[in-house]
């Protein structure tokens, strides 16, 4: 904690300080409030929050400065304060949905829909283009059925993972949850909507997705797979359904207001394993990969591989100036002190065995076998015990629920800066080596730290770079805005586009996936929503 | 409108909710229902609260207005927390809570 944070904290208990003094940060006030969309006047804009009022009732409709102010949070970099919704109205019920998509229709607001709105480092609640209103599904948070037998659940958006976590408990269904690592305050459907990932063998989300029902941009419900067939037991059990396969266009778009959707859970394994397997250099990233590739595409170990750097790890739990003094590069010698002190490595591998004793038995010396051959230290509860970072990782791998990375947010001086950015590349040891070595030079250069990770999906390899900075220092934002669009720009000249970007950043990342799949996305787009109302800008779609 | 008697059956429900948290849980098919301080404490603030994370903000007398204008703004590495996740009369009550807390034993501040 720095001491300007002490004393702030010092005057804040005594009631000195009024916290509003803080400052909110998104650059709107009462004399320069952030922009209407470009094509709607006040009278429209008054007209639809008027309209909104009358179906939610006025306590669910924010349209003032202050009380839109918890949804213009955010930690990526906005320097121009694009990014600041101009409203927000929060429905309970599915014909609410219907009704407020048929009012913003009349008055051509476009609405930007969230489920928990905690899409950290994406963008929380802020739009991708200015002028639009939050349509917040919070408070649709029912858990609508849980099938003990087939694993399988059904719920509103608004159900967080916390909540469908406490159901499981207290009603003894020996199901397990699969979270993204801020589980207690965001939730599956918003998260799956984003084509987020988790840690245990249900990871991929949106595989284990089952069965949606979407309120279309004309109002009418429409129920994907086999929900819309009368009399169907099967909308949570069969994917597919009949013809085109179509849940994917409800995904990362801005195609419908998802208003239901089934997922399946993993049963309960007898016997849960997690590992760890410490690398001591930098350069061991390639080795590593090529071991774990063909356990992973084997499903020998089940669950994602998480490779993390040991910068990503320390900036977990600790302040940047205590490994380096400010101003100083965060350099190798003093990342390796620092992560040796905390009974790390310079990559740390959390993979997890899930079976019977006789499975996990059986297959826990074939892995130890190819790890240790790469040059890893194979470490279990027995080696780590309570090590904080193993304990974090192991309760993420059996999809407890935990908040202990957003300590990442603290690395940098006030901190509260963070923008994902998350290039795919195939599991090749080599790819990785090359993708260190690109994101390494641009961080450095604009004076930020490679904190990062590696995640084997499955045959995929995902970089997750945290790029973090301090908010609270307007050029430290406009810095991370600059590396961040140089990121994207120069990995994707080598074939390396985002699996999911930020509203800072959707439309950069569309161009990168070619003009003939946007002019197909557009197409769509413009049939289902001629109006534009739904997010418009939401993966640079508009 | 509800009438003067479901209005009292609902300040009721609450009342016995507050004073059992351990049988408050979900049903299938029904909404949340109002949470405790306690519960809220424990299901949110708490993961970074006295953890890893942040803070620790039991204890210490934080005004109560203050901890609601910071739990609605956020604050650097804070996420702000709507009214649709913190409902306004649970973050009345959860920042009289706070202000009026003990310290508890085993958090750590960070
Ligand atoms: C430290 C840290 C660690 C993180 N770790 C992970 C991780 O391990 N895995 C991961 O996936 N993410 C991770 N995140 C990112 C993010 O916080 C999570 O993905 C989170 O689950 C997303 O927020 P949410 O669940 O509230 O979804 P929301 O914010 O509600 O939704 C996300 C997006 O999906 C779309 N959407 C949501 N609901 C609907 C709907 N009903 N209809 C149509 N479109 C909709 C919108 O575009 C919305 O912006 C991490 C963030 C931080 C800060």
């Known amino acids: 904690m720095t001491d300007i944070n002490m004393d702030r904290r010092g005057l804040l208990g005594a009631g000195i300080l009024g916290a509003a003094s803080l400052g909110l940060g998104t650059g709107a006030s009462a004399k320069n409030p952030a922009p209407l969309a470009p094509h709607m006047s006040k009278a429209d804009f008054a007209g639809a929050m008027k309209a909104f009022r009358a179906v939610v009732g006025n306590e669910w409709v924010f349209g003032d400065e202050d009380s839109v102010a918890p949804y213009t949070k955010v930690y990526v970099p906005d320097p121009t304060h694009r990014h600041v919704p101009v409203g927000a109205v929060c429905p309970e019920t599915v014909e609410q949905v219907q009704e407020i998509v048929r009012i913003a229709n009349t008055y051509k607001q476009p609405l930007w829909t969230v489920s928990t709105g905690k899409n950290m480092g994406y963008g929380m609640t802020a739009p991708a283009t200015p002028g639009q209103v939050v349509l917040d599904l919070k408070r649709m948070n029912r858990i609508l059925e849980v099938d003990a037998d087939l694993g399988t659940c059904l719920l509103e958006p608004g159900v967080t993972y916390q909540q469908l976590k406490d159901y499981l408990v207290e009603n003894n269904i020996p199901l397990w949850i699969d979270v993204p690592t801020v589980g207690p305050i965001a939730s599956p459907v918003g998260n799956t909507l984003d084509r987020g990932v988790g840690y245990t063998p249900y990871g991929e989300h949106f595989m284990f997705q089952c069965g949606m029902e979407v309120v279309l941009a004309d109002g009418q419900v429409m129920r994907t797979g086999m929900g819309s067939v009368k009399g169907s037991t099967a909308w949570q059990a069969f994917k597919w359904g009949y013809g085109p396969y179509i849940d994917g266009l409800f995904t990362q778009s801005n195609l419908g207001v998802v208003t239901k959707m089934g997922l399946w859970l993993m049963p309960k394994p007898p016997v849960y394993k997690p590992f760890m397997v410490r690398h001591a250099e930098m350069a061991d990233v390639p080795r590593i990969i090529e071991a774990m590739r063909p356990l992973r595409v084997s499903n020998l170990v089940a669950n994602c591989n998480l490779m993390m750097s040991a910068s990503y790890q320390l900036a977990m739990f600790k302040r940047r100036n205590e490994i380096v003094p400010d101003g100083m590069p965060l350099d190798e010698a003093s990342i390796k002190k620092a992560a040796k002190a905390n009974g790390l490595g310079m990559w740390n591998t959390y993979f997890a065995l899930y079976g019977t004793e006789q499975t996990v038995a059986g297959v826990e010396p074939i892995i130890r076998a190819s790890l240790t051959a790469s040059g890893g230290e194979v470490l279990t509860a027995a080696e780590m015990g309570d090590n904080p970072w193993f304990h974090h990782h192991s309760t993420l791998m059996e999809g407890g629920l935990n908040l202990d990375e957003i300590g990442l947010l603290r690395w940098r001086g006030a901190g509260g800066g963070l923008a994902w950015f998350a290039p795919v590349a195939a599991a090749r040891g080599v790819e990785a080596e090359r993708q260190t070595a690109l994101a390494k030079e641009i961080v450095e250069k604009h004076g930020f730290d490679y904190t990062a990770a590696y995640a084997i999906g499955w045959r995929d390899l995902h970089h997750i770079i945290a790029l973090l900075f301090d908010k609270s220092d307007a050029e430290q934002e406009k810095k991370a805005d600059a590396c961040y669009r140089e990121l994207v720009t120069r990995f994707g000249a080598q074939g390396w586009a985002s699996y999911r970007t930020g509203v800072n950043s959707m439309d950069l990342v569309a161009q990168q996936y070619g003009a003939v799949n946007r002019e197909f996305n557009a197409k769509i787009k413009h049939a289902l929503d001629p109006n534009g109302i739904l997010a418009p800008g939401k993966s640079g779609i508009i | ?110």
């Not at chain 2, 949470?35 to 934080?62: D, F, M, Q, S, W």
Request: charged letters at 20%; one cysteine or more.
């Open chain 2, 1 to 110: 409108m509800p009438d003067k008697t479901t209005a009292l059956a609902i300040a009721g429900v609450t009342l016995m909710a507050l004073a059992a948290p351990a049988i408050a849980g979900q049903k299938l098919g029904e909404a949340q229902a109002i949470r405790t301080p306690e519960t809220i404490y424990a299901k949110t603030c708490g993961y970074c609260h006295g953890r890893n994370v942040g803070p620790i903000i039991l204890g210490r007398g934080l005004p109560a207005e203050s901890v609601k204008y910071i739990v609605r703004h956020g604050q650097n590495g804070m996420p702000a927390f709507r009214p649709t996740e913190v409902k306004p009369e649970e973050l009345e009550a959860l920042a009289a809570w706070v202000e009026k807390s003990e310290a508890r034993k085993g958090e750590h501040g960070q």
